[in-house]
């Protein structure tokens, strides 16, 4: 690295402690400061926050269309996301910022009641911290290692401790609002670095014709296809994310955990619904940008068996191609994404610990000093274990855990999301099995039993058995054997199976905690006996607008895919079908935007 890059990274770090420091105060005051920014997000950082959570460096797409074309990102997550992320603007974020809670952990006090939703509460808060949120940390931690160290030159254990450490550093001092702002700094760094080097790259590779030209001779007409097709695409695996998208608002990556955190930051429930709709168009479109134009240069300057790691090509593409002060910037943007996404999984992963456990079950009279000391405490120790964990992920193995974390890691917990909000009689019993059961289960059919035995513990058992105990589970991750709908298959009616039995083998909650959570969240679905039960006590219940909502959700759904669609047309040299698909984005998205808006006038009113 050159000296002006050296300068470039050290303003950088500067600029984000100068941040963390004029948060630090607002962020002492007690633990609602600290985790959900005094509820006082507006919808603009909630949109910029989320996108930044989700996306860490950006290599990850880098990979994924060097590797697949369009057909890899829809299969990725793109299909589910253009339904689930409208869903949760009109349906699922209004209900989440009524409830007025710190963590979704507390959700469950509010759902269900007595000892065994103290106990279930306590218990979702370690098991979301530890697997939901050190898992996520350590896959963005590993991502980080695999794209800066070729590019700084260091070993990748050394990028996790030098940059992880300064990531703890600024989360530990403002929380939320750290976070948040920073992500919003750090989202533009990244955008802006990548694009420069993405069009440096379409130069370098002969111009932007001449790549469309190159790819399609290399990998394809089917390669810049913008409409999900391929033969991962098949019409079940397509089925089988489209119904991830209905059910993907109980994610911890999308419509609960830190997109959730954020709804019950925001100012009010209007800037909840639309921070989830600028998010919308920030994660489906805008920050793909600059990774297309780069994957696009790449699949036309590399052949694909040329390059032994993808997971590293972002790396040495920098290594190559990038000039001094360029190679800062964008050495600088990679680690903004990741650090960005890291500290946001951070500071909501801790929550649950603090407020789930600490103050609820082991220091409940402590001060409010005491909490902000246990929540920079906490969220220092478990960035530290995750970070460790990332070191230990080998690079070949992240394709894997890309469809591991976006969507093996939570199908057997799908269900919930309908539940246990639309179905008065799901309790605690079936929620506590759908939530422990997911990663045990996802991890099992994603990555094989091979994975978990040892070898020589099956060696071991052949002999004594005489059976074969290798691959008993296959790895359902290997795309080439197994369409992506298989695992996801045996995931999905797993957890259904599993929780509706766990329900009703189990008593129901109590009538009256059930009817003071319809009364805070006012939640869709079948209530019945809830609705009968309040009209008995001289009470009229809210009516619901589902029709209305389901309506306003559907106009979102064929907005967001017809962007993505005018993004992939642009990109792959399709310029008929990318304005068509551009006027029916324009007239969807006025629709969406116009029925959105008077729901919340219906509902402010």
């Not at 009641?113 to 590993?142: D, F, H, K, L, Q």
């Not at 260091?154 to 992500?183: E, Q, R």
Request: hydrophobic share 55%; glycine share 10%; charged share 10%.
């Amino acid at each position: 690295m050159a000296t002006l890059d050296w300068l470039i990274l050290a303003i950088y770090c500067i600029g984000i402690l100068v941040f963390a420091l004029y948060f630090q105060a607002r962020a002492s005051k007690n633990v609602e400061s600290f985790f959900i920014a005094d509820r006082d997000l507006p919808w603009w950082v909630i949109g910029f926050a989320d996108v930044a959570g989700y996306t860490g460096g950006g290599q990850g797409f880098v990979m994924v269309l060097f590797l697949s074309g369009f057909a890899g990102l829809w299969l990725m997550a793109w299909v589910s996301w253009v339904i689930w992320m409208p869903l949760v603007a009109i349906i699922w974020a209004p209900m989440w910022r009524r409830l007025g809670v710190v963590t979704t952990g507390e959700f469950i006090e509010r759902r269900y009641a007595g000892r065994r939703a103290a106990v279930y509460r306590n218990m979702y808060a370690v098991y979301a911290c530890a697997v939901w949120g050190i898992t996520s940390i350590a896959y963005g931690a590993a991502w980080m290692a695999a794209t800066a160290s070729p590019v700084l030159g260091w070993k990748p254990m050394s990028v996790i401790l030098v940059f992880g450490a300064f990531t703890i550093l600024y989360s530990l001092m403002a929380g939320l609002f750290a976070v948040a702002y920073n992500d919003v700094l750090q989202f533009f760094i990244l955008i802006g670095g990548n694009l420069v080097f993405g069009i440096l790259l379409v130069s370098k590779a002969g111009g932007i014709s001449h790549v469309l030209a190159q790819v399609s001779a290399l990998r394809g007409a089917g390669f810049l296809a913008p409409l999900p097709s391929g033969t991962s695409l098949t019409s079940v695996t397509l089925l089988a994310l489209c119904i991830q998208g209905l059910f993907f608002a109980g994610s911890p990556f999308a419509g609960e955990g830190w997109t959730a955190q954020r709804f019950m930051a925001a100012r009010n429930e209007r800037h909840a619904i639309l921070g989830q709709m600028a998010n919308g168009v920030l994660a489906l479109v805008v920050r793909l940008i600059p990774f297309i134009v780069i994957a696009l240069a790449a699949a036309a300057l590399y052949p694909l068996k040329s390059v032994p790691v993808p997971a590293a090509l972002w790396g040495e593409l920098v290594k190559t191609y990038a000039p001094p002060g360029l190679f800062g910037l964008l050495l600088v943007s990679s680690l903004a994404g990741y650090m960005a996404a890291i500290s946001s999984i951070g500071n909501w992963a801790a929550s649950y610990v603090v407020n789930d456990v600490y103050k609820r079950s082991m220091r409940p009279r402590a001060t409010e000093k005491e909490f902000v000391l246990a929540s920079r405490i906490v969220t220092g120790v478990l960035l530290a274990v995750a970070f460790l964990w990332g070191g230990l992920i080998r690079p070949d193995q992240l394709d894997k855990w890309i469809l591991f974390i976006n969507s093996a890691l939570i199908v057997f917990s799908l269900p919930l999301a309908w539940l246990k909000w639309f179905w008065w009689r799901t309790n605690a019993v079936g929620d506590m099995v759908g939530v422990i059961g997911g990663f045990p289960a996802g991890y099992l059919v994603w990555f094989g039993s091979d994975s978990i035995l040892p070898t020589g513990l099956r060696a071991a058992l052949n002999r004594a058995t005489g059976w074969d105990w290798n691959g008993i589970v296959p790895a359902f991750s290997n795309l080439d054997r197994f369409p992506f709908w298989v695992g996801f298959a045996i995931l999905f009616a797993a957890g259904w199976v599993a929780i509706i039995a766990a329900t009703l083998l189990t008593r129901p909650e109590p009538m009256e905690v059930l009817e003071k959570f319809y009364r805070s969240a006012r939640p869709v679905g079948l209530w019945g006996p809830v609705r009968r039960s309040l009209a008995a006590r001289g009470e009229e219940p809210q009516r619901t607008r589902l029709s209305k909502d389901l309506s306003a959700s559907a106009w979102g759904i064929v907005f967001y895919f017809s962007l993505c669609v005018t993004l992939f047309s642009v990109m792959g040299g399709k310029y008929i079908p990318a304005g068509g698909a551009f006027i029916v984005a324009v007239i969807t998205g006025i629709l969406f935007a116009r029925k959105a808006m008077n729901r919340l006038v219906v509902n402010i009113s």
